[in-house]
């Protein structure tokens, strides 16, 4: 089946306790659960101690969740998160399992990640030939504003990714903050902007990866 590998480390997890890098990868697995009701199943695993993996069936959920994992980790003050999607075949994907999963997606993940420059955060490797200049240049947008996201901001975006709060009057219940406050963080950190560029990437058609 066709399908996305996101693969990543944390950035400079060594100048912080193992307790917080133990948070942020938790960070990361409850992110992903949070939005399987629209994503689908989303196999997380931790390796190579700060280095983790989520494997989705579903690529044009790839970006989504990209977006949110980053703006989880950047509710905090703990460590960033270097993240490349890898997009093509996975096989043998069995539920929870991933030690015997192969396909290109990997291979293309892993090329991606060991590819990645030391000046940047997010890549991706397998988008058709006509796509991925396109997705190279969005990736690079967005990391360029996420960069920038204050820990309310990335609150924000994180929390108005899951179901069930998709009003900003549902986003202001549940941080106990105005109409007006959660408009101006959600606006200040590009959200309509990500939100067209989710658009445009899930409505493609992945079928040729």
């Not at 015997?100 to 997010?122: I, K, M, T, Y």
Request: without cysteine; charged residues 20%.
């Amino acid at each position: 089946m066709q399908g996305a590998v996101l693969l990543g480390d944390l950035v400079r997890s060594r100048r912080f306790p193992a307790a917080e890098t133990a948070a942020a990868l938790d960070s990361l697995r409850n992110m992903a659960a949070e939005l399987q009701p629209i994503t689908g199943p989303a196999h997380f695993t931790r390796f190579r101690g700060d280095g983790w993996q989520l494997v989705t069936s579903r690529p044009e959920m790839a970006l989504r969740l990209a977006i949110a994992l980053i703006a989880r980790l950047a509710t905090t003050t703990g460590p960033g998160t270097r993240l490349v999607i890898g997009l093509g075949e996975i096989d043998d994907l069995a539920e929870g399992e991933l030690g015997a999963a192969s396909g290109s997606a990997f291979l293309r993940s892993g090329q991606a990640l060991d590819d990645l420059s030391s000046r940047r955060r997010l890549g991706q490797l397998g988008a058709p030939a006509p796509v991925a200049p396109w997705l190279d240049g969005a990736l690079h947008l967005i990391e360029f504003v996420s960069e920038r996201w204050s820990p309310p901001q990335a609150e924000a975006v994180a929390l108005a990714l899951v179901p069930g709060w998709q009003t900003q009057a549902d986003l202001a219940d549940r941080l106990g903050i105005t109409r007006q406050a959660i408009h101006a963080r959600l606006a200040g950190a590009g959200f309509p902007a990500l939100m067209s560029a989710l658009a445009a990437f899930e409505g493609h058609s992945w079928g040729d990866i």
